[in-house]
Nanobody, 117 residues
């Protein structure tokens, strides 16, 4: 069973920064996409940012220019640098990995990010 281990969540004031980290255990060969989703209370889970094994990144409009995704799918690591955080960024952030070609995916347990005004 694959386990995605997240770390780096916490509480900050608006304008602050946090860095989320995620690593898969055991190491999985052939991951094509890794990324982050988030879910705020009473809302649906939404995409924050993803990256592919080819280095292509994708961001939600709401985080463009503030968040940066990085990592290495071959090493099963993904990071999310979050700057200029806003109260609307408050949510549980989930790490995600997938191999779309074989319809495989896995989720982390989630890490709480709380931004106060």
């Amino acid at each position: 069973q694959v386990l995605l281990v997240e770390s780096g969540g916490g509480s900050v004031q608006a304008g602050g920064s946090l860095r989320l980290s995620c690593v898969a255990h055991p190491t999985i060969f052939g991951i094509q996409i890794m990324g982050w989703y988030r879910q705020a209370p009473g809302k649906q889970r939404e995409l924050v940012a993803t990256m592919t094994s080819a280095g292509i990144t994708n961001y939600a409009d709401s985080v463009k220019g503030r968040f940066t995704i990085s990592g290495d799918t071959a090493k099963n690591t993904v990071y999310l640098q979050m700057n200029d955080l806003k109260p609307d960024d408050t949510a549980v952030y989930y790490c995600y990995s997938s191999k779309p070609a074989i319809k495989w995916s896995s989720w982390g347990q989630g890490t709480q990010v709380t931004v106060s005004s």
